[in-house]
């Protein structure tokens, strides 16, 4: 067998870490090509270490200076890289097999399309990419040929459940409905009256997952569903109509796909990421992720509830900019990384973020997508209007 190259687009981050536990696994199957980080040097300095990539990309040339002069002190072949060109130009690499997009937000586009563009099998973690450049992303794959592999654990459950031939139409191979599951978040019963004041550490303190801090908080304000439902239209071919959004707090069943004969396929698994990662490494084949089986008698019991739209008005917001189409999506995905990040850093209160993306998606109204500048500068203008917002009230 000859080994899959792969370039890992986020190395130092929760799934970066994940998709090498599982490479280390298979090192018959797969050979590390490139790592890419953007901070927590030290991480990247091991990986670097224990998986001799031919490269390394880091943010700048400081960074870069340090670590290329200790992997080769340390004997090491590996080059590191720095910029935002080096991240596409690795993913782009014609040595490459799979490249793993797990860079968080927007800054993770341009590397993302420069693997379509390549033609690469995509493993999708950057959901954020999609949300942005939707149809544009969605014709690069099929220009290229590439092959997308859905990450999200609920895309990646969905995509399990999809018959062959989905990608010609749902309705045609019988398909009446996406079933998109979510667990509510650390705030599901939360007192409302005090959502306004909770902490980022509360907030990132999921029930179920552990994640970055920015998609944990996007758990929390159910944004991330907001924008996996989007990511699920444009994978599937789906409309928004047809994405139901089903609160399951165990987090077991991991997504649905209803057939028109009542039939409902889900798939289920511990919450672990390594299950997707390893099931998009070697589709069509199956490997050991080092996930434990699935105890159902200790889970016992599955819950299912409707989302609470007012509690989560992100809900609410992805579902308008998913029905307004256009560059709506970008606007969303910009001003909520902007509310994001402000929350973090506590300049703002939870209950902002919802009021900042709403006011951005209220003054930049949906306009048909030319192209990637366009989306691009979408995204500019969303973050501006986001910061003079933040600039107004702190
Ligand atoms: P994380 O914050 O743990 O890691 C993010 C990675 O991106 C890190 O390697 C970081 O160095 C890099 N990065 C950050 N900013 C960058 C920039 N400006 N330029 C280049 N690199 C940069 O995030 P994560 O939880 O691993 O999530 C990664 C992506 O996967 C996100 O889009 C998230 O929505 C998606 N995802 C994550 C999970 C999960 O369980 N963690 C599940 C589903 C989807
Ligand atoms: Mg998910």
């Known amino acids: 067998m000859t080994t899959s190259q792969v370039c890992i687009l986020g190395a130092t981050g929760s799934i970066g870490v994940s998709t090498l536990d599982v490479i280390a696994r298979h090192p018959d199957r797969y050979g590390v090509f490139a790592l890419t980080g953007h901070s ?12 001799d990539p031919v490269y390394a990309v880091v943010a700048d040339g400081k960074q870069a200076a340090v670590l290329q002069s200790t992997l080769q002190s340390a004997g090491k072949q590996t080059r590191v890289l720095h910029g935002a060109e080096a991240l596409s130009s690795v993913a782009a690499d014609e040595r490459v097999d799979a490249v793993m997009a797990a860079i968080v937000g927007a800054a ?43 990450i999200d654990s609920e895309h990646n459950a969905i995509f399990q459940c999809m018959p062959p031939g989905y990608a010609d139409g ?17 705030f599901r019963q939360y007192p409302l ?8 550490e509360q907030a990132c303190a999921h029930p179920n997952w552990s994640m970055g801090q920015k998609i944990s908080v996007d758990s929390a304000s159910m944004m991330n569903k907001g924008l996996e439902l989007i990511e ?30 009542g039939s409902v396929l889900a798939q289920l698994g511990n919450p672990d990421m390594r299950t997707p990662i390893a099931h998009a490494l070697a589709w069509p084949e199956r490997i050991d992720s ?15 509830e409707s989302p609470d739209v ?9 579902r308008a900019a998913a029905e307004a189409g256009g560059t709506a999506s970008a606007v969303l995905n910009a001003a909520n990384e902007v509310a994001v990040e402000a929350f973090l850093s506590r300049r703002i209160g939870f209950t902002d973020i919802p009021v900042i993306i709403d006011d951005a998606l209220s003054s930049l109204p949906a306009e048909t997508v030319r192209d990637l500048d366009h989306i691009l500068q979408a995204d500019r203008l969303a973050r501006e209007h986001a910061a003079t917002w933040l600039a107004n009230k702190v």
Not at 193 to 200: E, M
Request: glycine share 6%; proline share 5%.
């Open 40 to 51: 927590r040097m030290d991480v990247l300095q091991a990986q670097c270490m224990e998986h």
């Open 108 to 150: 993770g586009l341009a590397p993302t399309l420069a693997a379509v563009q390549a033609g690469k099998r995509v493993l999708l973690a950057n959901k954020e990419a999609l949300v942005m450049s939707g149809s544009l992303f969605m014709d690069a794959v099929k220009v290229s040929g590439a092959r997308l592999l859905p």
């Open 170 to 186: 749902l309705a045609s191979v019988g398909v009446r409905k996406i079933l998109l599951t979510a667990s509510g978040g650390p």
């Open 193 to 200: 009256d005090q959502l306004a004041g909770v902490s980022p």
């Open 232 to 261: 699920a239209c444009w994978l599937f071919d789906a409309s928004p109509q047809q994405v139901e959004i089903v609160v399951h707090p165990q987090s077991v069943i991991h997504s649905m796909v209803e057939y028109v004969d």
């Open 290 to 304: 080092g996930v434990a089986a699935l105890d159902l008698l200790q889970v016992a019991c599955l819950d299912f």
């Open 310 to 318: 007012e509690r989560f008005p992100c809900l609410r917001l992805a």
